[in-house]
T-cell receptor, first 115, second 113 residues
Framework: GAGVSQSPSNKVTEKGKDVELRCDPI?????LYWYRQRLGQGLEFLIY????????KSGLPSDRFSAERTGESVSTLTIQRTQQEDSAVYLC?????????????FGPGTRLTVL | AQSVTQLGSHVSVSEGALVLLRCNYS??????LFWYVQYPNQGLQLLLK??????LVKGINGFEAEFKKSETSFHLTKPSAHMSDAAEYFC???????????FGTGTRLTVIP
């Protein structure tokens, strides 16, 4: 069966440009997470969607970051006016019910490079 | 706040040798603890998790971890390393009051033939 997919796999952009990253979760999974993985660092939580509830945006590092999710399907993470410190791998994960002991299924990530 | 610390960003072992990857959690007793593995050019996948009950947890690929409350540890072990175990390993714990995880900084395991 299909796992979590992300696109693009790689994105190179110039400082100041906006970028959109896409995540397709596993069908039927109500919970979706975005994480950022900087070189040599752990995964940094960004945002969490659970069904139709208000998203948990507590991990977004600045107002340049935003994310949307349509129902229980696709999510897009948007970074406006990118900065060099935004360079990282952005990981998306989904889980069946968003319970804290649920396994999270990860996509392969999008590697973002800001020049 | 819940957090985990992974000691050693890089660990090298010989093929066939014991694998020991260390993880310590913050002093508040966690409800759950996780180990995820990231193979080269792949997404993270769950290796094992501790919820309740038995403190020795067995996972995939021959790995296991033991929850030790007295030591606030959840170290990952495998008796005999295989070349295919080369990967990055992340320990994680739920954030207090949230439905997401706090991940450690990861340990990259290299297996020497």
């Amino acid at each position: 069966g299909a796992g979590v997919s992300q696109s693009p796999s790689n994105k190179v952009t110039e400082k100041g440009k906006d970028v959109e990253l896409r995540c397709d979760p596993i069908s039927g999974h109500t919970a979706l997470y975005w994480y950022r993985q900087r070189l040599g660092q752990g995964l940094e939580f960004l945002i969490y969607f659970q069904g139709n509830s208000a998203p948990d945006k507590s991990g977004l590092p600045s107002d340049r970051f935003s994310a949307e999710r349509t129902g229980e399907s696709v999510s897009t993470l948007t970074i406006q006016r990118t900065q060099q410190e935004d360079s990282a791998v952005y990981l998306c994960a989904s889980s069946p019910a968003g319970l804290v002991d649920n396994e999270q299924f990860f996509g392969p990530g999008t590697r973002l490079t800001v020049l | 706040a819940q957090s985990v610390t992974q000691l050693g960003s890089h660990v090298s072992v010989s093929e066939g040798a014991l694998v020991l990857l260390r993880c310590n959690y913050s002093s508040s007793v966690p409800p759950y603890l996780f180990w995820y593995v990231q193979y080269p050019n792949q997404g993270l996948q769950l290796l094992l998790k501790y919820t309740t009950g038995a403190t020795l947890v067995k996972g995939i690929n021959g790995f296991e971890a033991e929850f030790k409350k007295s030591e606030t540890s959840f170290h990952l072990t495998k008796p005999s390393a295989h070349m295919s175990d080369a990967a990055e390993y992340f320990c994680a714990v739920p954030r207090a009051g949230a439905n997401n995880l706090f991940f450690g900084t990861g340990t990259r395991l290299t297996v020497i033939p």
